[in-house]
Each structure stands twice: as structure tokens, then as C-alpha cells.
């Protein structure tokens, strides 16, 4: 699970930026954020860690998944930030459309454009948090938006 460097250090940030935006975010930051462990939790369980040749259809499955819960909040939100988070999320599942695609795609460009497709998605989390508690130190009174 947490057996490699890479893994411990993304599971420290992921908790870390998940916490943050639990604390100093509003709603939005907090359904992505659970629904970030959520997915992380889930894509440990469901990866295939004998074959990394093949598509990871587990892992597709809670990519695309997660990406449906940020085009919801895209829609029911006024967070500008939760667009790039949709966005790096929707490269991520084209992701997994390449290899599906094309078998030539090698695994280790797969799992890279995976990875940073995940952390741009933590970065526009972890600002959206940022600015949501910002503006709330500026305009007081604004908890509900």
C-alpha cells in the first residue's frame, strides 16, 4: 500500500491538502476533499499491482467516478478553482483512454501522466481552500457561500 517513497510522500500530501481544505474550505473544498480519500482509498483496492502493461480498469473506473463528482459540483458550485480540478481529472481519465487505445503507450508514461495529473488536481484543491478562507477573512459573515 504505502510501500514505496513516491506512494508515502503523495499519501502525506494528499492527507495533508485533504485536512486543509476540510478546515479552512466551505463545502465544496470539503466534498472534494472526502471524495479525494475516498477515491485514493479506493484506488489502492482496486489496482493492479502485477500488471502495469495492461489498462488499470479499476483505477479508470474511480477516475472517471471522481471526475463525475467535480463536473456536479462544477455545476452546482460558484468555485472558479473546481474547473482546472475537473480538468486535470478529465486528463487523467483520457489518460487511461490511451492505454486502453493504444497498447504501445508505455507503462511508466502511464503511471507519470496519471501521477501528475493527480497532484494538479490537489494544487487547484489546496488553492481553492486557500482563497475560500481568505475570502472569508475579508468578508466576514460569507461561512455559506
Do not use: C, K
Request: charged share 10%; aromatic share 12%.
Amino acid at each position: 500500500m504505502l510501500s514505496s517513497l513516491p506512494e508515502q510522500i503523495w499519501a502525506v500530501a494528499m492527507l495533508a491538502v485533504s485536512t486543509y481544505a476540510w478546515w479552512r474550505g466551505g463545502w465544496v473544498e470539503r466534498a472534494v476533499a472526502a471524495t479525494n480519500v475516498v477515491a485514493w482509498i479506493a484506488t489502492i483496492i482496486v489496482q493492479n499491482r502485477t500488471n502495469w502493461v495492461d489498462p488499470q480498469w479499476g483505477m479508470f473506473a474511480v477516475d472517471v467516478i471522481f471526475l463525475g463528482v467535480l463536473l456536479g459540483l462544477v455545476v452546482r458550485s460558484d468555485r472558479t478553482w473546481i474547473l482546472p480540478a475537473a480538468a486535470f481529472q478529465l486528463l487523467g481519465v483520457v489518460t487511461h483512454a490511451a492505454i486502453i487505445a493504444d497498447e504501445g503507450v508505455r507503462a511508466r508514461a502511464y503511471m507519470t501522466a496519471l501521477i501528475l495529473w493527480s497532484y494538479l488536481v490537489l494544487i487547484t484543491l489546496a488553492v481553492g481552500a486557500h482563497l475560500y478562507a481568505r475570502r472569508r477573512v475579508i468578508v466576514p459573515g460569507s461561512e455559506g457561500v
